[in-house]
């Protein structure tokens, strides 16, 4: 009765258009970005037109997914979304390629007009299904058996997105389970826990490790270590970041990016900052900072706890991503392929990060109760 009570332009009003707002003016950024540069790149005017269609599809499926309500949705296919996230993960096993690289991860699926990244996709049903089983179990939150069923179904995930070569992801999911669940109420002891079992088993864990994952890994701390080959990429990214000064060379001006390797995915950042300077970051920053504000607003207005939890996660989301992005491009924190949010190129990024918001966004549109309404207890 909670949907079809309303009329649709009453419902559509509900939408949180600042949260719209910011999503589109950091997009733009990116638009812009590629325009002036898509002479610089072969497939530049290309990859403009993908990214600008990349947003428009998000702006339409934001909206989409804001009229469903989230919780009879998901309440109904919660395991099979989980099931789902599996299956897509074995195809990307199976048929995986990766369209710049031969030799990089394959995670990529070609649908003969454009690639998609299954992954992003999967960041969606994660918060979904996540959201779920821990609402289930939150009332004994901290009983043992529940942070055993909670853990395994999203070791599942997170093992085999590090299965098909994503650890960038798959840390981007360390970090979302980790602050949903402790949004609900996990006591700070288990993260200790984890904290410390991590920290004995690392000595153990490192002899283990290819070389190539080794030096990543320092050359992430410490560039300096090979700057000609694992830590070159970084090197030039931070180069490019300090050329732009303050205000940038403008949208066309600019040299230091064109240095840098995967620039338009993984260094993107790197090329905004050049273009547009420290001024243009602080926008971008800005813009990011109001989205997550209205973000928790709308969890802590949350009626339902799993909405809570879902607002969390996309939050979770956005300041991993965001936070690993930026230190991968200023040579603080290791190369592990994270996009930055709405602004890093790559079509399956854009539009999957804009569908993040319909998550919230639904949680809006639904959080009003009828008088004739009656909640489960």
Not at 41 to 51: E, K, N, T, V, W
Not at 150 to 160: E, Q, T
Not at 183 to 191: I, T, V
Not at 352 to 377: C, D, M
Request: charged share 15%; hydrophobic share 55%.
């Amino acid at each position: 009765m909670k949907v079809f009570s309303t009329s649709l332009s009453e419902r559509l009003r509900r939408l949180d258009f600042v949260m719209l707002a910011c999503a589109l003016g950091m997009s733009l950024i990116s638009i812009i970005t590629l325009y002036g540069i898509k002479d610089q790149y072969a497939g530049g005017s290309r990859m403009f037109l993908i990214q600008s269609a990349a947003t428009l599809l998000g702006m339409i499926g934001v909206v989409v997914m804001a009229l469903f309500d989230y919780d009879a949705i998901i309440s109904k296919f919660w395991i099979p979304i989980s099931v789902m996230s599996i299956a897509l993960l074995v195809l990307v096993k199976i048929r995986g390629y990766n369209p710049a690289d031969p030799n990089g991860p394959r995670l990529w699926i070609n649908l003969g007009v454009i690639d998609w990244q299954p992954t992003e996709t999967i960041k969606i049903m994660f918060i979904m299904s996540m959201a779920k089983h821990i609402d289930i179990v939150k009332k004994k939150i901290n009983h043992p058996k529940n942070i055993l069923a909670v853990g395994i179904h999203a070791l599942i995930i997170i093992g085999m997105v590090i299965w098909i070569d994503d650890l960038g992801s798959a840390l981007v999911f360390m970090c979302v389970i980790a602050v949903m669940m402790y949004s609900a109420g996990l006591s700070l002891w288990y993260f200790v826990g984890v904290l410390a079992a991590a920290v004995i088993a690392f000595p153990y864990i490192w002899p283990h490790l290819d070389y190539y994952q080794q030096m990543r890994i320092l050359t992430g701390f410490d560039p300096m270590i090979d700057p000609q080959n694992k830590g070159y990429q970084a090197l030039m990214s931070r180069a490019a970041i300090s050329a732009g000064g303050f205000w940038g060379a403008g949208v066309f001006g600019g040299t230091e990016y064109l240095k840098v390797p995967v620039a338009t995915t993984d260094c993107f950042f790197a090329i905004v900052a050049e273009k547009f300077g420290f001024f243009g970051i602080i926008c971008y920053m800005t813009l990011m900072l109001v989205l997550i504000i209205r973000i928790v607003a709308v969890a802590r207005s949350s009626r339902k706890d799993m909405g809570t939890f879902m607002c969390v996660g996309a939050v979770a989301i956005m300041i991993a991503q965001m936070t690993e992005n930026m230190g991968m491009n200023l040579a603080m924190l290791p190369v592990v392929g994270i996009t930055m949010p709405f602004l890093s190129y790559g079509g399956s990024s854009m539009l999957f990060t804009w569908l993040i918001l319909g998550l919230p966004q639904s949680v809006r549109l639904h959080n009003t109760k009828y008088y004739f309404e009656r909640e489960k207890t």
